[in-house]
């Protein structure tokens, strides 16, 4: 049979077989980890909740004999990087494998509202983003060691547990670039989209500050000397949103605005957090270079405006790459009995990172689930065997896969 034609035909119907009993045979552990993990407080700012996951992560994966390191924030701000590495064939593929353990949530979240099952799904802060997807990884390894004799078929897997994704992976992302600088992929476990899909690409992200100075004046007594700070803001807001939609794919939102000190005071400084969002490298640059040619030349004389860049996150491109890593994982849930297929998100994610270097990506690798970032938040229950089966499935076609063999060797596509 043609490899090429045919990504995932490397994993036999029997091994199939094998990896989904073996993740079945697992599910109370994964369940009874699920319901540990939701009820501890680990938003982005709540470090030790975090460091508490990642104590639970470093002993999973020690377990599974990876070396482990806890990396800690040198500022102590978030809670620790958790890399664990695993060591095998010379001559395999390097991997890379990135899931979070961080929330949106503040602390008191878990016991308001702790993990819960209904009507087949699992309910509570974080169950989706993105402890069943974390879960995911750390038992799709254990599944594909036992049935490669207790080894893994890969010269390098790099397992990251990152603890600040939500708020754009600031202490974690050189862990990760580190990792995936010599990687030959890089597969997130975020979970599914709520239909099922996988995803192959992310917009990138531009979070940028506009500072716009004027001059303060009494407002009542002599406000013609003034220049307005907010009254310019106003026209730069309505000309910022104006750009949705000139290009493809791209959105301009300005979604905190601050201001002035007093209603007596005419306004002399004022700020835009402004979010910019677009498919490609070029749309990315095109519209930042439009943005900044705009504040060049305000509604209001004699006032004056900066851009300041606070975060980038280049778009997740689907790489020639990326779409064999797709497809593999479309063949194998077909045979798995899923019917799904990748697709483009506009959230950014730690993929952008690996994928904004080169590296073939794919997202999305967790069981299904949605409304992340609520209240409603949930996990489909029956979809995390089927879908840890389809990852440890993946790892396996992909430590055989000759095409995937060749792209260390060949330029990158």
């Known amino acids: 049979m043609d490899m090429v034609e045919a990504p995932g035909s490397e994993v036999t119907a029997e091994e199939l077989s094998r990896l989904e009993a073996m993740v079945r045979e697992a599910e109370p552990a994964f369940l009874a980890g699920l319901e540990r993990l939701v009820n501890t407080d680990c938003g982005s700012y709540t470090p030790e909740g975090v460091d508490e996951v990642g104590r639970f992560v470093a002993g999973f994966l020690s377990n599974l004999g990876a070396d482990v390191e806890a990396r800690p924030d040198p500022d102590r701000k978030f809670g620790s990087t958790i890399v664990g590495r695993f060591d095998g064939e010379p001559g395999g593929r390097r991997v890379v494998m990135v899931g979070h353990m961080d929330t949106v949530f503040d602390p008191g979240t878990a016991a308001e509202r702790p993990f819960r099952v209904e009507d087949g799904r699992g309910l509570g802060p974080g169950v989706s983003d993105m402890k069943g997807g974390l879960l995911a990884g750390l038992y799709a390894i254990r599944a594909l060691r036992d049935l490669n004799g207790g080894t893994l078929p890969f010269e390098r897997l790099t397992f990251i547990a990152n603890p600040d994704e939500e708020v754009g992976s600031p202490?974690?992302?050189?862990?990760?670039?580190?990792?995936?600088?010599?990687?030959?992929?890089?597969?997130?476990?975020?979970?599914?989209?709520?239909?099922?899909?996988?995803?192959?690409?992310?917009?990138?992200?531009?979070?940028?500050?506009?500072?716009?100075?004027?001059?303060?004046?009494?407002a009542g007594v002599e406000p013609e000397k003034g220049r307005s700070a907010i009254l310019a803001a106003a026209d730069v807001v309505q000309r910022l949103h104006l750009l949705n939609g000139r290009w493809e794919g791209v959105t301009v939102n300005v979604g905190v605005i601050s201001g002035g000190t007093r209603p007596n005071v005419v306004a002399e400084h004022c700020e835009l957090q402004v979010d910019l969002r677009a498919v490609g490298r070029d749309e990315v640059d095109e519209v930042e270079n439009e943005i900044r040619a705009m504040i060049r030349s305000l509604s209001v004389e004699e006032t004056s405006a900066e851009m300041t860049e606070m975060a980038r996150w280049w778009p997740m491109e689907k790489l020639a790459r990326s779409g064999r890593l797709a497809s593999t994982a479309i063949a194998l849930g077909d045979r798995l009995g899923m019917t799904f297929e990748d697709q483009a998100t506009g959230g950014a994610g730690d993929a952008n990172t690996t994928a904004g270097m080169g590296v073939p990506s794919l997202d999305g690798l967790g069981p299904i689930g949605g409304l992340d970032h609520s209240p409603g938040e949930y996990l489909e229950l029956d979809s995390i065997v089927p879908r840890t089966a389809l990852l440890a499935a993946l790892l396996l076609a992909v430590s055989r896969d000759p095409v995937v063999r060749a792209w260390r060797d060949e330029p990158s596509a």
């Open 171 to 218: 202490t974690s992302t050189p862990h990760i670039r580190e990792a995936a600088a010599d990687a030959d992929l890089a597969l997130m476990m975020e979970c599914a989209r709520a239909n099922g899909n996988i995803v192959s690409s992310r917009k990138g992200i531009v979070d940028a500050r506009i500072a716009i100075t004027g001059r303060s004046a009494h």
